[in-house]
């Protein structure tokens, strides 16, 4: 089947290669994964199908694709599928297989493919634009273009990316190109504006990912202090649930903090989040936040039960919308105590 692939890759359509490049990745041997990273340098000009659902699992997966794929990133002929190209290599980053500078060589090939993506995000940072990039797809793809690239140029330490990164932060009002391009910085150990790193944290979409950022990073002395407090980050945590294409698909328009109520896990002694937010002129819909254990707060992890039900607001207490939610994910019981109310639920998490 190889042979076969190789032969015939560069006949096929921009699907039919997506296609082959699928079949080489579940073939999963050595020669399979240096087909398609032979394929890929000398035909992806052709067109490749842009997200070709190919999954890079293993370090020998990755070794046989790096860096010798990344001449990819170069090629704008390659449109779109360059992204996904990056984004497994950002992945290999993350998961600890590869060390940054390792393919600085390849730099300018990642330099290319980014301004490709600045010239069209560079456009679209007036007000209008961002108001309205939830229903513009084009915007969406280039967005998680720049975030990738942003993302992965923390890992490059040639003075060309540095520059680009420095240039990011003054060109962009978009906050989560914002985060990328600030965290990078931190990453190659340059420092960062306060201002900017307030305006990150003023963003309820972003907030969460730069304290949890942030604290991978070690260097959460930076994170504003005017949002250390739980609620803050789990606002954030919530419209980050929310932005998820399965369900709300963006930012709700308002969202309110409606209070912490305790519960004991597992884990340990937790609390939820519970919120009220509404698209607008829409009624307010109630959700939660959490759990997040007491000991490790103010913190960006949880045990796993954000969540909504979407349901309105005013059907019911607030109390019976967290044992609601609780229970569509979980195990909950409600207890009473002298204290007030309190639950109990059994994180499915808990076991890891």
Same mark, same amino acid.
């Given at each position: 089947m190889v042979p076969i692939l190789r032969r015939d890759f560069a006949r096929y359509t921009p699907k039919g290669r997506a296609y082959a490049c699928r079949i080489l990745a579940d073939i999963d041997t050595d020669e399979s994964w240096t087909t398609l990273r032979d394929m890929l340098v000398q035909y992806a000009t052709l067109g490749v199908a842009d997200t070709p659902s190919v999954k890079v699992s293993t370090e020998s997966q990755a070794r046989c694709l790096f860096p010798q794929v990344l001449e990819v990133l170069g090629q704008s002929e390659a449109r779109e599928f360059r992204y996904e190209i990056?984004? $497994?290599?950002?992945? &290999? @980053?993350?998961?600890? $297989? @590869?060390?940054? &500078?390792?393919? %600085? +060589?390849?730099?300018?090939?990642?330099?290319?493919?980014?301004? %490709?993506? @600045?010239? $069209?995000? +560079?456009?679209?940072? %007036?007000?209008?634009?961002?108001?309205? /990039?939830?229903?513009?797809?084009?915007? /969406?793809?280039?967005? $998680?273009?720049?975030?990738? *690239?942003? %993302? /992965? *140029?923390?890992y490059f330490t040639s003075d060309a990316v540095l520059a680009l990164l420095h240039e990011a932060t003054q060109a962009y009002q978009d906050p989560r190109l914002l985060l990328y391009a600030i965290c990078s910085l931190i990453r190659q150990g340059q420092s960062v504006e306060p201002a900017l790193m307030q305006r990150v944290a003023d963003s309820d979409e972003t907030r969460y990912w730069l304290y949890r950022n942030l604290s991978l990073l070690e260097r959460l002395d930076l994170f504003p202090d005017t949002y250390r407090e739980q609620r803050w980050i789990a606002q954030s945590d919530m419209v980050e649930w929310l932005t998820f294409p399965t369900e709300m698909g963006r930012p709700p328009d308002e969202i309110e903090w409606m209070g912490a109520y305790p519960i004991d896990t597992t884990a340990g002694e937790a609390e939820v989040h519970l919120f009220r937010f509404r698209l607008e002129d829409e009624p307010w819909q109630a959700g939660i936040a959490g759990p997040y254990l007491k000991a490790e707060i103010p913190t960006y992890y949880s045990l796993g039960a954000t969540f909504s039900r979407f349901d309105e607001w005013d059907e019911q207490p607030p109390g019976e919308h967290v044992e609601a939610i609780l229970s569509t994910v979980g195990f909950a019981e409600r207890v009473e105590t002298p204290h007030g109310v309190k639950f109990v639920w059994e994180s499915l998490f808990d076991e890891d």
């Open positions: 990056a984004k $497994w290599l950002l992945d &290999g @980053f993350q998961k600890g $297989w @590869f060390e940054r &500078g390792e393919f %600085d +060589a390849y730099a300018p090939h990642l330099v290319r493919a980014y301004q %490709d993506a @600045f010239r $069209w995000l +560079a456009d679209h940072q %007036d007000p209008e634009s961002l108001r309205t /990039l939830w229903d513009d797809e084009e915007h /969406l793809r280039w967005r $998680w273009a720049g975030e990738v *690239m942003l %993302d /992965l *140029m923390g």
